[in-house]
Structure formats: C-alpha cells, structure tokens
C-alpha cells in the first residue's frame, strides 16, 4: 500500500554528499587582493552566509565573504559530474513553499521548483506492506507523536525516546527512524522534546530541480567573496573586528559567523579573546547529528520502482535506511542512512557504506541488486572539515542553546540553522538567521534605525508543529 504525504501528516499531525561540484556559478570569487575593509566581514558562503551578505548590500554596506571550501554552498552541495543527473549529497529540501522567500528569490534566479513526491511506500521483507499493516503503523506515529507532544508541555525537557509509548510492537523501530535518525539524523533517545515539538513548518517539502546547491550559488552570484580562505583567527571587541586569513587581514566594524555548531564547539577558528563560554556550551549542546547519502547507479530499473519512489522497511534495529528511488526519472537511487548507525557505518568508509546499500536493497528486493550496480558514491559529512555533521539537534535539556547561541559577542553575531529554534536543521532557517544578523549587524554600526522597518516578508502561517516523514539531508 501506497502512503500518501496526506497520510503521513495525518499521522504526524502532533508533530511535524569530491566530485566536480557546482562551485560558485559566476561569484565574484575575488581574483583581485582581498579587501583590507569592510563594514561587515561574513565567515561562510552557505545559506545563512549567503542571505546576510546580500541583506548589508541592500543597505548600500560594504561586505565581504570569506569562505574555506572551494565552493559556495555549505551543506547545500550539488555534484553535477559523477553521474548522468546531478544530484544534491546534501540539503535536498525547501520547505513552506507559500511564505518561503527562497522560492521567490529561486524562480526570480530562473530555477524551476517542484513539490517534493508525495506517495511513500513500506516494505516488509520482500513485499509491501497491505492496508491494514499501514495503518498500523500510521496509528503508532500519531501515538509517539502524541507522546512527544504532551511531554513538551512537562516540567523538564526529556529525551524523545524515554517517553514513546512502549506497546508500539512491530513498528516501534520504524517509528523511531522516521521520527528520529531520518528526521533529524539522531537517535531519538539524544533528542529532545521540546527541541523536536518547536521544529515547525516543515509540512509542504518542495525541490529545486537544478539542485540546492545550484540555487545558493546563483543566489551569491552578486555577493563579493573570497573561496580557499579560511577564517583562522578572529580578533573582536565591541567597536570592531579583524579577522586574519591566508590572504591577509580584513578589518570591519562588524563580523558574522556562519560556520556550524561542531565547527565552532571544535574551535578551529581562533577567537582573541576567546569566546564567551556561554556561547561555546551553547555550540556543543546543539552538535551535529548525522545523515549520509549512498547514491548507487541501476540501470534498467531492477527494482521495479516508479519515478521518485520513497521506501521505508519495517525494522526492528537502527540498522535501516530510506530509499529514494529514480530520481527524476534517471536510473540515480539514493540510500540514506543516518543516526548513531548512520555514524558508524560511515566511519567505516565508503565501500563500507556500498556494501551495506546493495545488502540492505537485496534483502528487500532480491540478489540481483548487486549485479545491476554500475556506479556508487557516498558521502560523509561527518568527516567534512567544514561542516563536521549534519544538522544540529539539541539534547534533552538544551533547547534554551538555540537563543543563547544567538546572542550577539560584542561587535560579532552568530548565525545559521543552529540558531534558528523553530526551523533549526533547514535551509528555510539558515537562510532567515543570516538575514537577523545582518539587521543586528547593521543596526550595531549604525547603519539601520531601530526604527526602521525591516524588508517585507512574506507572512509566517501558524500551524500546529509538524514532523514530516519526507527524506531528510544534512540541512533538511
């Protein structure tokens, strides 16, 4: 039986990738000598370094984004070159399309969007699941999600897992993949209740078809930026700051600091003085989850599966993964694994993480799996130098580290999904986080009267939280 995304919220409704990759797609990467000045200086050329330079060059402020990779894009990351299609090895996911900017600004850059697929289908061994197993396991979701909902509204922020419902049966195991690892890229049990209740708007999935990592680079298209330069050492006070890299020095009157929870928690950016530990516990509390793509080549459609086909199994152990199958009508599947046997799985390497892919299809759908495979590749965020993880998610009793995080230092503002505390772990949220920081940043130099009316957006529709079962990336 099919499960339509009707269905899954219906369930959910109590809760809501070295390849040749896009690089910076027409950026002014600076081929001059960097700056020596700037009214702002911005560390990271992903969604949230992206949106806050372009919210200071609407103020008519000089910015400058100083980026480590070689390429725009952070954890949105499109490979166009190891297959026949592209395909994004991470975020693959908008959200909200009806009050989303990005999806305005996407369209407005030339880029077509299209509505995530809307029918999942769970496999028991080697057959579907019938109607009433589905249901079944539809009314188990609504259970643990309920549970998860009224233990939001407790005393104390506990895990999600200490609270499920323990006479979930035979679905208990895929109830917590799809409301865990798949969602968020933990174990529910390093998850907490509150976090996971305020993750909101997340109900309308919605892709963009040339790849997310293609949209954030069109989108700093027209954004001054420096790619292979990492930010090694920030000097900051509360009047100024000057951040130190291969290329030189950039004095500013103000800095944003883009990088992730674990880059920071890692301290591979020098601070002078060192940052407040508030903000650092803030970062560790809110570390990375993991969530990697297996992406193998089928010619011929082995597996007999229809255009953007979204499997589930049911499984006793977190030794499961999702199926995204024929994506975009190509022979390109992609298998997601993600939380703590996600993790170690990938820490055992790519051909590790193949062998487990064909393994797992071939148990759901027979041997002949093995033989059909004429490419692989798989990512491994974990060991990204400058991302270090997925999406943040915040332990039991962390909640209160998304605010804090966002806390200005001085003349330094932190943004990114981390501190987003409804749309934490979303491109939606990294992108919304820049552009606070740059209005705080702006506002700090002068440069925006408290007074003055922020840029008009789109109003935010309040729904009830909502956790869909919609594949996850490492930013949603």
Not at 192 to 205: F, P, T, Y
Not at 269 to 288: E, G, H, M, V, W
Request: glycine content about 8%; hydrophobic content about 45%; proline content about 5%.
């Amino acid at each position: 039986m099919t499960m339509t995304r009707r269905d899954f919220l219906s369930a959910s409704a109590a809760l809501a990738l070295t390849p040749a990759l896009i690089p910076a797609l027409g950026a002014r990467a600076w081929g001059a000598p960097l700056p020596r000045e700037a009214d702002i200086v911005v560390i990271g050329a992903g969604a949230a370094g992206i949106a806050a330079a372009r919210r200071i060059q609407a103020a008519n402020r000089r910015v400058i984004v100083v980026e480590a990779s070689t390429q725009i894009g952070g954890r949105c990351l499109t490979d166009t070159t190891t297959f026949e299609v592209l395909f994004d090895r991470g975020a693959r996911w908008l959200h909200n399309p009806d009050t989303n900017p990005m999806i305005k600004l996407a369209r407005s850059a030339g880029l077509d969007m299209a509505a995530a697929p809307l029918g999942q289908k769970i496999r028991i061994g080697r057959r579907y699941a019938r109607a009433g197993e589905t249901e079944e396991f539809l009314a188990a979701l609504v259970r643990a999600n309920r549970a998860i909902d009224d233990a939001s509204r407790g005393k104390a922020d506990v895990s999600c897992a200490s609270i499920l419902p323990k006479d979930l049966g035979d679905w208990a195991g895929t109830a917590e993949f799809v409301l865990g690892a798949n969602a968020v890229g933990k174990d529910l049990k390093d998850v907490s209740v509150i976090d996971k209740v305020r993750a909101q708007d997340r109900n309308a999935a919605i892709a963009c078809r040339q790849g997310l990592g293609t949209l954030i680079a069109r989108l700093g298209e027209q954004v001054p930026l420096a790619l292979s330069t990492p930010a090694s050492q920030i000097s900051w006070s509360g009047r100024d700051v000057t951040v130190e890299t291969p290329a030189g020095r950039i004095n500013a009157r103000a800095a944003i600091v883009t990088v992730s929870s674990n880059v920071l928690a890692a301290g591979n950016i020098k601070f002078t003085p060192d940052l407040p530990k508030r903000q650092l516990d803030a970062a560790a509390k809110l570390s990375l989850g993991s969530y990697d793509r297996i992406a193998l080549q089928l010619p011929g459609n082995p597996l007999g599966l229809a255009r953007d086909d979204i499997i589930i199994e049911q499984s006793s152990s977190a030794r499961t993964a999702l199926l995204f199958a024929n994506i975009g009508s190509s022979s390109l599947c992609a298998i997601d694994v993600a939380g703590s046997f996600g993790r170690d799985l990938a820490g055992q390497g790519e051909p590790a993480m193949v062998a487990f892919a064909v393994e797992w299809l071939s148990k759901l759908f027979g041997s002949d799996t093995a033989l059909a495979v004429k490419k692989s590749s798989a990512t491994r965020w974990n060991l990204a130098p400058y991302a270090l993880g997925a999406m943040s998610v915040a332990g039991p009793g962390n909640q209160p580290s998304r605010k804090i995080l966002a806390e200005p230092i001085g003349c330094m503002f932190l943004a990114g999904e981390a501190t987003h505390e409804t749309q934490w772990g979303t491109v939606d949220g990294a992108w919304e986080s820049g552009e606070r920081a740059a209005e705080a940043a702006l506002r700090k130099i002068g440069a925006l009267r408290d007074s003055e009316p922020e840029p008009a957006r789109a109003p935010k529709q309040r729904r009830a939280p909502v956790r869909s079962a919609t594949p996850s990336s490492p930013i949603n």
